[in-house]
């Protein structure tokens, strides 16, 4: 925050980091440079918001040339969320894709062997989600030839993993990230990864089952805190005006089998009993 900075200033300054499109950003910046104090001492401050309004200039280019012609990278989204590895060469973001997905790919020790994005599925307890590894990320990435087209890619995914060797990797991906909202966490060799990114996904496995059978698998991926409204619309598009009423096992309530209405909350690994009209 700099000495001074006006009201003007600071109400841009949030706006830069609310906004998600780049042409939102380059507006929110150019409001950052006209209200931002001009003395000697917000020097820095000043270059660095020009510095942001040229990568977000250049970014919005490539990415209006690319709507022209149809990118050789787009990516059909797939699963129920879209996960992005993410990292310097060599950090090991093929090594991880593969032991994610079982995707033969190719795991080599010089640096940029993955030069296109790499797309495979995995399963988790019966939910497909969709697993990309992102080619290596250098400094002044947006600058790339591929480098906007692989942003957005990052920019409109589920969760990113970072994998780096080292501090300095690691300042630099969050550098060329700045501005990205999407959630991060960081990969360590020793963690149960798998787990890991299911927990940061915001999203539970919910089993249906009919009366006096078993639960049905494959589970249904619904966001955290959906209701047995949410569920039934998902299942069926005339559930809801059927609805009786709804019988359910497991963390979401108290005692196993007990009857409830669509407004019920949903947990992780709930079973749900719907009874129709
Ligand atoms: N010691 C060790 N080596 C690893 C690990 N993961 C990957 N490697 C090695 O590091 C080298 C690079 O691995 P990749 O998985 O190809 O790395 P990448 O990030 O996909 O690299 P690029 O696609 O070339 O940018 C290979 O020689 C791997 O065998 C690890 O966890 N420990
Ligand atoms: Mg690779």
């Known amino acids: 925050m700099p000495i001074n900075a006006g ?18 950003k380059l507006i929110a910046l150019n409001e950052m440079l006209r209200t931002a104090p001009k003395h000697k001492s917000s020097q820095v401050l000043l270059s660095d918001i020009k510095g942001k309004i040229a990568k977000y200039k250049e970014l919005l280019k490539k ?7 149809s990118s050789k990278f787009s ?52 939910i497909k989600l969709q ?18 087209t692989f942003l957005s890619i990052i920019r ?4 990113i993993i970072l994998t780096y060797k080292n501090d300095n990797e690691r300042k630099m991906l969050l550098d060329e990230l700045e501005g990205i909202k999407v959630k991060t966490i960081e990969y360590k060799i020793q963690e149960n990864i798998k787990d890991l990114i299911w927990k940061n ?5 919910i089993y249906t089952k009919s009366p006096g059978k078993e639960k049905e698998y494959p589970p249904v991926a619904m966001k955290k805190n959906s209701t047995v409204k949410n569920l039934a619309e998902k299942i069926h598009k ?17 005692f196993n089998g007990s009857p409830v ?17």
Not at 63 to 69: A, D, T, V
């Open 131 to 148: 697993v990309i590894e992102i080619p290596a990320i250098v400094k002044y990435f947006y600058k790339t030839q591929n480098g906007p």
């Open 201 to 205: 996904l915001g999203l539970i496995k």
């Open 63 to 69: 990415e209006k040339q690319s709507k022209k012609g």
């Open 156 to 159: 409109t995914s589920d969760l």
């Open 7 to 24: 009201i003007e200033f600071q109400k841009a300054e949030r706006k830069y980091a609310e906004s998600s499109t780049n042409q939102e």
């Open 75 to 126: 990516i059909k989204k797939d699963g129920s969320a879209t996960i992005v590895i993410v990292g310097t060469t060599n950090s090991g973001k093929s090594t991880l894709l593969k032991k994610l997905t079982n995707k033969n790919v190719e795991i080599a020790s010089y640096p940029f062997t993955t030069k296109k994005p790499e797309i495979a599925a995995l399963d988790y307890k019966g």
């Open 261 to 277: 209405s669509l407004s019920h909350i949903l947990e992780d690994d709930d079973i749900v009993e719907l009874h129709l009209k």
């Open 238 to 254: 005339d559930f809801v005006k059927k609805f009786r009423f709804a019988r359910i096992w497991g963390k979401s309530i108290k």
